[in-house]
């Protein structure tokens, strides 16, 4: 392992990475145990009526800075700072490459025929069972701060940046000591812990199942365009579906 405690450039790495591990895992534990609000606990109806366009892009901008900053710069310069990789370099290490990029397109086609079919399944159980289909989704939360437009390009970008820190940044740094199945099961579990955020239980746990098929494609492709593709078009899926079922409703 490259990593040192005797070199200070090290340890201004390592307290960049807790600044994301701390946002992306911290917060949402703390707000699925109700330590902060989440959009469950708000009033719902005084939110929407004082939200104005201003607000919604700023929180957008905000949203997206944040998230190119933690997801991608933060783990791009523990490569730089740390592994003494070049820019090039630490991309090519995450397996951000053109190099069969159709073979990544085609089981990123496959996988999501895969998570679709599982997700309608366990819903459908779910619901039969009587759990409330409000509770098996987060879009509804989100919308609360976003119109249809602002969400859709939200949902389209940040999956980007998701793929970048999980299947590629951390995959790629818990394979190279403990393997590729504990690396596979134990990035699958944070991207559920990362989506614990809105409060409930079931948004958190489809994650782990989509990560640990995107965490697969990934280490089979050898490419992380994989993931990018079936999570950004899951995501736009998955909205359109959300807002097709609401028109009807």
Same mark, same amino acid.
């Given at each position: 392992?490259?990593?040192? =405690?005797?070199?200070?450039?090290? !340890? ?16 949402? =534990? ?22 104005? !366009?201003?607000?919604?892009?700023? $929180? ?12 991608? %710069? ?11 990789? $070049?820019?090039?370099? /630490? ?6 490459? @053109? ?24 819903? +459908?159980? %779910? ?28 949902? /389209?970008?940040?999956?980007?940046? *998701? *793929? ?19 690396? =596979?099961?134990? $990035? ?16 958190? @746990? ?18 992380? +365009?994989?993931?990018? =593709? ?20």
């Amino acid at each position: 392992m490259d990593f040192s =405690i005797k070199k200070p450039i090290h !340890i201004f790495a390592l307290l960049l990475l807790l600044v994301t591990i701390s946002t992306i895992f911290l917060l949402p =534990i703390l707000t699925f145990f109700n330590v902060f609000p989440s959009t469950q606990t708000m009033d719902l109806e005084i939110i929407s009526e004082s939200w104005n !366009i201003f607000y919604e892009v700023f $929180t957008l901008i905000v949203q997206l800075v944040l998230v190119i900053i933690t997801l991608i %710069l933060i783990p791009i310069l523990w490569y730089v700072l740390v592994n003494k990789l $070049t820019l090039k370099e /630490s991309l090519k290490q995450m397996k951000l490459t @053109l190099k069969n990029i159709d073979i990544a397109f085609l089981w990123a086609i496959l996988s999501l025929i895969l998570i679709f079919v599982l997700f309608f399944v366990i819903e +459908y159980i %779910l619901i039969a069972i009587g759990f409330n289909p409000e509770e098996l989704g987060n879009i509804q939360d989100l919308q609360v701060f976003f119109s249809p437009f602002t969400l859709f390009l939200l949902i /389209s970008i940040q999956p980007i940046a *998701e *793929e970048i820190f999980f299947r590629g940044f951390l995959l790629d740094k818990i394979e190279s000591f403990a393997g590729k199945n504990i690396a =596979i099961v134990s $990035t699958a579990v944070l991207f559920g812990v990362a989506h614990m955020t809105y409060g409930k239980l079931y948004p958190a @746990l489809f994650p782990v199942i989509i990560g640990l098929i995107f965490g697969y494609i990934v280490l089979k492709t050898k490419n992380l +365009y994989s993931s990018i =593709i079936a999570h950004v078009i899951f995501n736009v899926v998955s909205f359109v579906l959300f807002l097709l079922a609401k028109s009807f409703t």
